[in-house]
């Protein structure tokens, strides 16, 4: 009965020809019904060969395998790029969604006057580190060198990131040499990350200073920055005071990026300064800790936060217009009042007295 359905339907396999018409005439079935149905011929036509002794049939027949094989490849090609691009998209949206939840932050903090005109947004650099993949053993090697000397905790999430991807993908590949060389990448994310808590490597992470509080310990150190250090300032600066775009911004000099060059400096000060004093009888930033807070980090966040105040360009550029502006008002109240004064002084105003 299964046969006489297939051949009253049309489908076969008994060359290519036969392959590609059937293919034109599953076209008006949905997908699912076309996938099965093409598997099932494939299976039948497999059975054939075995019980079918003539060389020219065996040839027809091999032909039209390889007709559905090849329609079965790029429909799985397709899937798989839809899966991409469907994980990149909520990707974006994810994104998306934090750049408008650190906008609306940014402007509900905003002590700029509502009159002021909005200064021109520049473009910002990436946030993401280039280059990382997971396709093979070589690509997964490559993503852990590229992530080496970046900050720990970064270097986690971002395997951690793409093990997950890299399973989705397994869900939707049916090509084994595909599957072997994603598999064999994960192996490798697993063992970093299995090594990175034998190793307690989240305890070297160096969290970021704000870039307010870097800008007063300029101030504070007064002369002894060094033009590393200056640089580095720039940068964040550069990266809009969001520590993350350091990953893509690159040291002139070295050609690291400064999130590398950042974690190998301060690795050297904290060994150097590991027994030194934090603050002074004043609370204020010893030497040594200033030292470090120019590469936007201290041992001790949380009291440099409550006693170093934050110093923002665009708030101190507005008290100083303010402060021009009260200036000004002050200059025209004293020219009336010496105005009022001369005036009851005149002549006519003594000759009528």
Same mark, same amino acid.
């Given at each position: ?103 609306? /932050?940014?402007?509900?903090?905003? !002590? ?6 909005? &200064?021109?947004? @520049? +473009?910002?650099? *990436? =946030? ?124 002139? /000099?070295?050609?690291?990026?400064? !999130? ?6 301060? &690795?050297?000060? @904290? +060994?150097?300064? *590991? =027994? ?78």
């Amino acid at each position: 009965m299964g046969k006489d359905d297939k051949e009253d339907s049309g489908f076969g396999f008994k060359d290519k020809a036969k392959a590609e018409d059937t293919l034109r005439l599953l076209e008006k079935h949905d997908p699912n019904y076309r996938r099965l149905t093409v598997r099932g011929l494939l299976g039948r036509a497999k059975r054939v060969l075995t019980m079918t002794k003539a060389e020219d049939k065996i040839k027809n027949i091999k032909e039209a395998m390889e007709v559905f094989e090849n329609w079965l490849a790029e429909l799985e090609k397709n899937k798989e790029q839809k899966s991409d691009k469907k994980e990149k998209n909520r990707e974006q949206r994810s994104e998306e969604r934090e750049r408008k939840k650190k906008k609306s /932050e940014e402007e509900s903090d905003s !002590d700029v006057e509502m009159e002021e005109k909005p &200064k021109e947004k @520049k +473009e910002l650099p *990436a =946030d993401t580190v280039p280059g990382l993949g997971f396709k093979d053993q070589e690509a997964a090697k490559s993503t852990l060198q590229e992530l080496e000397g970046r900050d720990p905790d970064y270097q986690k999430l971002a395997v951690k990131g793409l093990i997950g991807r890299a399973k989705r993908v397994l869900t939707c590949t049916r090509d084994e040499t595909k599957l072997s060389n994603i598999k064999e990448a994960i192996s490798i994310f697993d063992k970093f990350l299995d090594d990175f808590d034998t190793m307690h490597l989240s305890k070297q992470n160096n969290p970021y200073i704000s870039l307010a509080i870097v800008r007063t310990c300029v101030h504070l150190a007064d002369a002894n920055i060094t033009e590393q250090q200056k640089a580095f300032i720039e940068a964040y600066t550069s990266a809009g005071g969001e520590y993350k775009r350091l990953r893509t911004v690159l040291e002139t /000099e070295g050609g690291k990026t400064w !999130d590398i060059v950042r974690n190998a400096a301060l &690795k050297q000060l @904290k +060994e150097k300064h *590991a =027994d030194a004093k934090l603050f002074n009888e004043k609370d204020e930033p010893t030497a040594e800790h200033l030292e470090m807070l120019l590469w936007a980090y201290s041992p001790e966040p949380a009291r440099v936060k409550k006693l170093v105040a934050a110093t923002d360009d665009t708030k101190r550029d507005t008290d100083r217009k303010r402060r021009s502006s009260r200036g000004s008002d002050d200059k025209v109240d004293d020219r009336k009042r010496r105005s009022s004064h001369d005036s009851d002084d005149s002549p006519s105003k003594k000759k009528k007295e």
